[in-house]
């Protein structure tokens, strides 16, 4: 995977992703078939892993923190370009119509 990054090869890259994508997918179902965990669970792990390690981007989700509003308008522009990236990454991305797994 690292000497597609360092490639630029994004065909390479895509086809990496896709087998890193796969162990994790498996390994997933295996231990969800041993009442372990989920594939779920691994998900909300990440997402709230992200946003705890990059308050700067994320923010604070938590409605029992007070904080002032030139935190929370920072914080809310972050979002918002943040976003307004993933929106473009989107719409210049081809997809499948359906994924199931």
């Known amino acids: 995977m690292l000497d597609a990054i360092d490639r630029g090869d994004d065909a390479s890259l895509r086809e ?3 087998d890193l994508l796969l162990q ?3 390994h997933a179902q295996v231990a969800d ?3 372990a965990f989920s594939i779920t669970e691994v998900v909300r792990g990440i997402s709230e892993k992200m946003v705890r390690r990059h308050p700067h ?3 604070s989700w938590s409605s029992a923190a007070p904080r002032g509003e030139a935190e929370l ?3 809310q522009g972050s979002r918002k ?3 307004a990236a993933a929106k473009r990454v989107a719409n210049t991305t081809e997809r499948p119509k359906e994924t199931t797994l």
Do not use: H, K, T, W
Request: proline fraction near 0%; avoid cysteine.
């Open 16 to 18: 990496e992703l896709g």
């Open 24 to 26: 994790v997918v498996l």
């Open 33 to 35: 078939d041993r009442r």
């Open 57 to 59: 981007v994320f923010g």
């Open 73 to 75: 308008g920072a914080n």
């Open 81 to 83: 370009r943040g976003n």
